[in-house]
């Protein structure tokens, strides 16, 4: 892969179309950029990302996030060889959506070359409202049992790339899984 004049670590972004992976890197960016931006403002506008789309942060060291878009999902698996670190992203808005992403979460956890890479799971869009509430998402996902029987170190975050809530938190997991 074309990766190799790129100074930082590989953190691959995945998950479903639409749930907010584009988002959320500009918001990372904006937030850990030298300004320390503290205010967010509006969101930016996100189109939706065809292919693959790289974004380098600085957090004490550089790094690179890779996201690849959901339409991408039969072929994640050509990037696992390449990636420190995966952040699975999932829409806490959009029940339909349980069951698709709950197959592609299980399928990357168990893939050979992520077996001892951090995983951080993150349900985001809390800001809107959903019949459900997260804690029946998380069950009908079966979390606990998929942290219970994954052989990675699995991490979950709640997030509104929206109004900022959770951003914070992101950070400080990748600080605490900083690869070389
Ligand atoms: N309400 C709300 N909307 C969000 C949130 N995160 C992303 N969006 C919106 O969801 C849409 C898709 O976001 P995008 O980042 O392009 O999703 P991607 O396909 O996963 O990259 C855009 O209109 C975003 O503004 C969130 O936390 N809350
Ligand atoms: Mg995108």
């Known amino acids: 892969m074309a990766t190799a004049a790129r100074e930082g ?7 479903g ?16 950029s030298k300004d320390g931006a ?10 939706p990302t065809v292919g693959t789309n790289l974004t380098d942060l600085s957090l004490g060291k550089k790094i690179t996030v890779r996201e690849l878009g959901g339409c991408m ?4 698996s050509s990037y696992y060889s390449d990636c420190c670190s995966v952040l699975y992203m999932i829409d806490a808005a959009r029940p339909t959506q349980i069951s698709s992403s709950c197959v592609q ?26 019949y459900m509430s997260l804690v029946e998402m998380k069950s009908l996902f079966r ?3 998929i942290i ?16 900022g809530t959770g951003l914070s938190n992101v950070l400080q997991w990748f600080n605490s899984t900083l690869c070389n």
């Open 9 to 15: 670590a590989m953190y691959l972004l995945l998950g």
């Open 17 to 32: 179309s639409g749930a907010g992976k584009t988002l959320l890197v500009k918001r990372l960016q904006k937030l850990s």
């Open 38 to 47: 503290k205010e967010l403002g509006e969101p930016p506008a996100t189109l």
């Open 73 to 76: 999902g039969p072929i994640w």
């Open 105 to 130: 979460l299980l399928s990357l956890l168990s893939a050979e070359k992520l077996a001892s890479v951090p995983v951080l799971i993150i349900f985001n869009k809390i800001d809107l409202p959903c």
């Open 143 to 145: 979390i606990q049992d």
């Open 148 to 163: 219970t029987f994954a052989k990675q170190p699995i991490a979950v975050l709640e997030t509104s790339a929206r109004d």
